[in-house]
């Protein structure tokens, strides 16, 4: 059984950082891609970013432009954990962050609907106060 789970959430000041984790459990796929998502109060879920996972992609990233040059998305495949590190977050950053794996990708990028994903984690709330 495929799990996601996201953990590192919390309350920061503008201009700080947080580091979000991904942990998945049950894949054996060869091809796959992590992003993340988030959904602010009153507003659609939305991809902030990737990575693609397999043996000719080399860990290709991918990013919204609202969060280019201050998150940054990789993985440490020894313990099936993928991060999404923010800094510089700003109050508009405020969400629930999501991770889904896509285990057969037929295209990649952070404009990929949600539904292209097949396994969802439960979400982590981050919260940016002015």
């Known amino acids: 059984e495929v799990q996601l789970v996201e953990s590192g959430g919390g309350l920061v000041q503008a201009g700080g950082s947080l580091r979000l984790s991904c942990a998945a459990s049950?894949?054996?796929?060869?091809?796959?891609?992590i992003a993340w998502f988030r959904q602010a109060p009153g507003k659609e879920r939305e991809g902030v970013s990737c990575?693609?996972?397999?043996?000719?992609?080399?860990?290709?990233?991918y990013y919204a432009d609202s969060v280019k040059g201050r998150f940054t998305i990789s993985s440490d495949n020894a313990k099936n954990t993928v991060y999404l590190q923010m800094n510089s977050l700003k109050p508009e950053d405020t969400a629930v962050y999501y991770c889904?794996?896509?285990?057969?990708?037929?295209?990649?990028?952070?404009?990929?609907?949600?539904?292209?994903?097949?396994?969802w984690g439960q979400g982590t709330q981050v919260t940016v106060s002015s």
């Open positions: 889904a794996a896509d285990a057969s990708p037929n295209w990649v990028g952070v404009g990929v609907p949600e539904n292209e994903y097949d396994y």
């Open positions: 049950g894949f054996t796929f060869d091809d796959y891609v």
């Open positions: 990575i693609w996972l397999s043996d000719s992609s080399d860990g290709k990233t």
